[in-house]
């Protein structure tokens, strides 16, 4: 029944009262052939009936008398007078059931026994006709005055009635099927129309690539039916997903800015301390200024300095970048990630553990502004669940296919509502942030795929991101 | 088997009455043309009205004549020769130019049998009790071998009607059958279909053709002489010879005292026997 269920509801819905027309047809036309049927052996039972009658009548004092010739010759002279030839064969015995003749002697000899013949036969008042039968045999009493003188047993010619049967039948199921084709083609027009609506909102949802799109006023049908109810209510929904998509993009980028506020105290402490020891220098290249060794290695105390808070500010940028989503991932990402998150571990005196398994040679083939932002919230959370004096680690390894993410703390596992917003697509739960939801969502877009386990009194938080991986030194060789 | 030609009844011999004439099926029974010509020919000659009178057997023919219903009767030579005190033969009809005729044994084509002996206890259809050809001959032969019909047949049956017989053998309703021979050879030229089923295994001797007769006592009357005289003269008139030649027959000839002695002697036999 899989095919039956590729077709749309509309189709489904018209072959389905057509296939009940036709049904309904099938069940009339066999209750008005089994009618045309009753009536037609009826006439026959009549007919079988008034033959016996009538020869009965005519047979009686002969049969009494056991004159063979007069019972041959009346037999005779009643089958060449029967309307249309009607009787193939008749015989009649005597009471003890021997034939005193038959319109065929050969077939029924005088005296033979006419049970030998009544293979077969029926009595006129229960006879039933098949619907291929061309004669009809029957065997009767035959009654004289009152009182049994014999039998007759007559093979009566019923295919003029048999064809008639026939040809009523063919007519009626000629009728029937016209008819019923005609109505099943307006039944499944007016099927069609009714279902209309629904046919355009399956093809409107089914049109729709990201955003629902509410079906235009003009096109929803007249008055309250279920049908217009069932396109507003539509509508209502589209609107009601595209305001909740709204909130949840409004939301992540408050997370973002969230993320971004807490990195800011962060590199507030990274850029400050610095600051210290570079304004010292300062003040020792003024004061001894005269002396070289002292000034250089101050001057160098300088440049490091300043090439330290250069590395966190383009750090910083990057990871704030979405427009540079065409920059491939390289391990420097995970370098500046490095150094963005390392404030936030020393603020809490935590042990960063991190692995980096990625060389050059098999870059992955993604885009680094997704996969930092993934990293840097999964490590923020971290950071967040392991509290003071806790464990973070990252591990990233490049497979064949595929790049793994594993990011753990030493905190006591992911809440329930942290849960929804990671591993989930439902809504997203009124309290916490939204920051495990972006990564969801990155990941997502991605095509990757999420997964969590504690491990060792770890929460470990897995992210698996289907790769090409880029032949790196192919690409190298092929611009030289 | 009712009067042939509807007329006001009266009594034979009154002026106003008609002249009745009985008729056996000796010949083609039922076939109204015949009738009908042969009326006509009567009427013509006799000049008064003529019913024709048909029944089932002989013996209802011959009782009416000798009751005195009938002026004339068309008999066989068997129920005159059973009366032949009382009974006059009026004219002999001609066939093949004699007053003659043969009683034909005869069965069904397809049946094997050579002679009489070899229709032991099948089925026989007689013509009628009273008939030589259809009965008679067929009975003193076996009278012959000292046998009675019912002992040598099956079963017999009657047909009233030598055409009858012809049928019963044809359709098989019977095995053989005992019949006229000048009503087999009539019904060989007019319905061979119907002889063609079946097949004449013996001939009896020439015996007197079926007689016309008339009561002795009113032998004399004058409209049974001058129906003497019109049968006698059929072949002489339009009518007449239309009749004969519907019945297949030459003409009418006076009898004469040794023709039915072959008939007689066939009494003799089964007489004997009975």
Redesign the interface.
Known sequence: MGWWRNFSLSLRVSLMVAMLMIAVAVIASQLVLSALDRQQVARIRELARLHVEALSVALGPFVLRK???EV??TL?RAAGASEGRRTVFSAVADRNGRVL?AT???RA???SPISRLANGAQLPGKLQVGNREHNVKLLAPLVYQGRKVGQILTELDISDLVSERREARRLLLLGNAIATGFLVFLGYLATRRMLTPVSRLVSRMRETEGAPRPIPRDEVPEGDGEMARLVNTYNEMVRAIASKADTERRLAERERFVSLGRLSSSLAHEINNPLGGLLNATDTIRKYADRPDVVRQSADLISRGLRHLRDVAKATLDTNRYERTDTPLSPEDFEDLKLLIGPETRLNAQRLTWAVEMDRQDQPALPAAPVRQIVLNLLLNATAAAGKEGRVGLWVATGPESLVIEVSDSGPGLSDSARVRLLESGPVPSNGGVGLRLVRELVTGLHGAITTERRQGMTVIRVTLPVAVRDAAAGESGEC | MGAAAVMAPALPGSAAAPFRLGLTPVFLDNDALVIERLRRALVGALEMPVELEQRRTYKEVTEMLLEGALDAAWLCGYPYLQHEDELSVVAVPLWNGKPLYRSYLIVGNNDDALDLSDLRGG?H?FSDPDSNSGFLVTASDLAKMGLRPDDFF??T????GHR?VVR?VA????RSGSVDGYVWEALARMEPTLTNGTRVIRRSEWLGFPPVCAHRDRVANPEVQKFSRAVLDFDRTSDGRAALNLLQLDGMTPAYPSLYDGIRRRMRIYAALR
């Open positions: 004159d063979v010739w041959y010759d005779e003749a065929d002697p050969r000899p005088v005296d | 089925i259809a099956g079963r049956i009657f047909t009233y009858n019963a359709a098989g309703l019977v």
